[in-house]
């Protein structure tokens, strides 16, 4: 069964520095990968999603994400922070035609204004 | 569109009391998901149905959680008797046909004492 880790437990950041978020998954077959977003006292919403194609994916709010096959990783990037980024973020995956979707521990980030 | 219902948002029991937790999901979403998400950890699946039959519930604990979802649409997840360690937020999720993108609702969150 696939798994996935975050490696980073709590990010914090000030207004306008650069985020990268680590991802990495195990699964030996092809994968869907996810980025959900889960605000202060909201539901979990997605942020961005790789299927195929090409390997950087746009999310919204200015976040992306890099593919990178032969690191089995999917890091999360944005490159200026904003106050109201400050969320928890978890990186999810499944296999196509199986919604059967594993998440990582998530990463709680807070920027500070 | 209508969003993932659920209800009641929150819930303070005691151990060995029962509860029961009522989503329903977007509208023509086959699959729906349960997942319990304890503080500080990832979305773990407890139960995923297809239509109205279960697909997986391999990480449901079976001597006190049942889930049913009879018509195929709205499900009920139920724990009895609760115990400690079930205090969670437990989450609904649907999904539609192929589309690998789950949709989630707002959780209910469970305090045990």
């Known amino acids: 069964a696939q798994s996935v880790s975050q490696h980073n437990h709590h990010v914090i950041l000030s207004e306008a520095a650069s985020l990268e978020l680590g991802c990495n998954y195990s699964?030996?077959?092809?994968?869907?990968l996810f980025w959900y977003v889960q605000y202060p006292g909201q539901h979990l919403q997605l942020l961005l999603k790789?299927?195929?194609?090409?390997?950087l994916v746009k999310g919204i709010k200015g976040f992306e994400a890099e593919f990178i096959k032969s690191k089995f990783s999917f890091n999360l990037r944005k490159p200026s922070v904003q106050w109201s980024d400050t969320a928890e973020y978890f990186c999810?995956?499944?296999?196509?035609?199986?919604?059967?979707?594993?998440f990582g521990a998530g990463t709680r980030l807070t920027v500070k204004p | 569109e209508a969003g993932v219902a659920q209800s009641p948002r929150y819930k303070i029991i005691e151990k060995r009391q029962s509860v029961a937790f009522w989503c329903n999901p977007i509208?023509?979403?086959?699959?729906l998901y349960w997942y319990q998400q304890i503080l500080g950890q990832g979305p773990k699946l407890l139960i995923q149905?297809?239509?109205?039959?279960?697909?997986?519930d391999s990480q449901l604990p079976k001597d006190r959680f049942s889930a049913e979802r009879l018509k195929g649409v709205d499900s009920t997840l139920k724990i009895q008797p609760a115990k400690l360690e079930d205090s969670a937020v437990y989450l609904c999720?649907?999904?539609?046909?192929?589309?690998?993108?789950?949709?989630f609702g707002e959780g209910s969150r469970l305090t045990v004492l």
């Open positions: 999720a649907s999904s539609g046909e192929g589309a690998g993108e789950l949709f």
């Open positions: 509208s023509g979403h086959a699959t």
């Open positions: 149905f297809q239509n109205n039959g279960v697909v997986d």
């Open positions: 999810a995956v499944n296999a196509p035609g199986n919604n059967d979707m594993r």
């Open positions: 790789y299927f195929s194609g090409d390997p």
């Open positions: 699964y030996g077959g092809t994968v869907n």
